[in-house]
């Protein structure tokens, strides 16, 4: 995710700061050089040689070094692509909203053009003080990026919102302000996941999706810059960071919401696994077991995208088809009848694609009948070829003035 990129992580003085540790390692394990720029009081929590030893760079703490004034703030500013400050406590927050550069950390901030991350933890009534608030809202209006804090058990033996946030999620919005902003002004819909379709309180039709495939997309359309809306069935999955959730049961239900967002949608991509039937009735009690078989009767449910492709106007439609034969003849064939733009086609029969895997193998049908055929490859990779496709249509309508 962040394969050469030059990061400058700055800590703080909080408990939180030996979490610092493990989000060094993350952006490492992830291909990032970080270099690290640590408070004197932060030093009092960590070692500096902790953290020399897991970036394997010397860690700045002083403006002035051996040398005298080194100018080290000046060399980072060079050097940065991103910075993150983690722990971010109120006093560097504060400082760095008033204008205070007496440290290297400080005086560094003040310095760079890249973008700022702040991550801030610290003490629940310390977070919600309005100094503390009004001095986060004038770093955003400056144009930092500031990630929220995560509530819950605090150190000081307090519950409230105040925790660093997930190490997972400062290395997913390091990305995101690491990519190139090319779907910015997209609104997103995507579908994901499996609906449930019940014929009494216990029981439900469904399928094997998990919600990867379209997770994906939700979080790689998010880092490039698109608003998202994840409209999702019931999956275990946790929705990705800036996406607006919202989930569903059943198909109708999945339904109702995609034509709900419909309207403010540039793009919808329709990568759920929608049950094409439903149980005519749906019993009010628990159905009791008998010495015959039990025959249920099932009815239609309403063909999401065949709909949205009848209302779709200038929007992108996507679709996706899951088959077990004949994967391009019949995904080009529902293409063509459902007015989709494009279509990924995933063959039930390739080792590691399709339900369940971290891995997809599709072929992307075209409208204009160009087929690309990927190789194996991480859903989230398949997710960015996909988005790709989408950028491509997109320029090419504007070139045409469609
Ligand atoms: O979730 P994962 O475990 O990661 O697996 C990913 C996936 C295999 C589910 C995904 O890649 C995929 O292929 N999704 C579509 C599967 C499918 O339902 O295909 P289909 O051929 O039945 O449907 C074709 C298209 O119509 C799909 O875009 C589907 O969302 C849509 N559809 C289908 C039925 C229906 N009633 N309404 C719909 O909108």
New binding site residues.
């Given amino acids: 995710m962040l394969r050469g990129k030059r990061v400058v992580l700055g800590v703080c003085g909080g408990i939180a700061a030996y979490k610092a540790a493990e989000l060094t390692r993350e952006l490492i394990r992830e291909g990032a050089e970080v270099r690290v720029v640590m408070t004197q009081n932060a030093t009092r929590f960590v070692t500096p040689l902790t953290f020399q030893v897991l970036s394997g760079r010397r860690v700045l703490t002083d403006t002035f070094g051996d040398d005298g004034y080194d100018m080290n703030h000046i060399a980072l500013a060079d050097y940065a692509e991103l910075m993150i400050i983690a722990p971010a406590t109120a006093n560097m927050v504060g400082k760095a909203a008033s204008g205070i550069a007496d440290d290297l950390l400080s005086t560094t901030v003040m310095t760079l053009r890249c973008p700022v991350l702040f991550c801030p933890a610290m003490n629940a009534a310390m977070y919600e003080s309005p100094i503390v608030q009004d001095n986060l809202e004038k770093l955003r209006r400056a144009g930092f990026h500031v990630l929220e804090p995560a509530a819950g058990d605090l150190a000081c033996g307090v519950s409230g919102k105040g925790r660093l946030p997930e190490i997972s999620l400062i290395v997913t919005e390091a990305a995101r302000l690491l990519s190139p902003q090319d779907l910015a002004g997209e609104r997103i819909l995507v ?5 449930r379709e019940p014929f009494d309180p216990v029981r439900f039709i469904t ?10 997309l939700a979080a790689a359309a998010r880092r490039r810059g698109a608003e998202v809306v994840l409209v999702s069935g019931p ?1 275990t999955l946790p929705p990705p960071y800036g996406v607006e959730a919202v989930m569903v049961e059943s ?1 109708r239900e ?2 109702e919401k ?1 034509m709900e967002h419909l309207e403010r949608s540039t793009v919808i ?8 039937y439903r149980p005519a009735v749906r019993s009010r009690g628990k159905i009791k077991k008998t010495k015959g078989p039990l025959i249920l009767e099932l009815e ?9 492709g009848k209302r779709k106007g200038d929007r992108i439609l ?6 077990s034969e004949n994967l391009v003849e ?2 080009a064939a ?1 293409m063509k009848a ?1 007015g ?1 733009d494009f ?4 063959d ?1 029969n390739e080792e590691g ?5 971290d891995t ?1 193998k ?1 072929r992307i049908i075209m409208n204009d009948g160009s087929i690309e055929s990927l190789p194996l490859m991480d ?1 989230l990779e398949v997710a960015h070829a996909i988005l790709d496709r989408v950028k491509k249509l997109r320029r090419e309508r504007k070139r045409d003035g469609s």
């Fill in positions: 579908t994901a996941g499996p609906t399928n094997y999706s998990s919600g990867k495939m379209g997770y994906a999956v198909a999945m339904f995609v991509i329709k990568a759920a696994a929608v049950a094409d239609r449910n309403p063909d999401i995208i065949a709909e949205v996507v679709g996706f088809a899951m088959e019949n995904a529902k459902k989709m279509i990924v086609a995933n039930l694609a399709g339900f369940q895997h997809n599709v859903k």
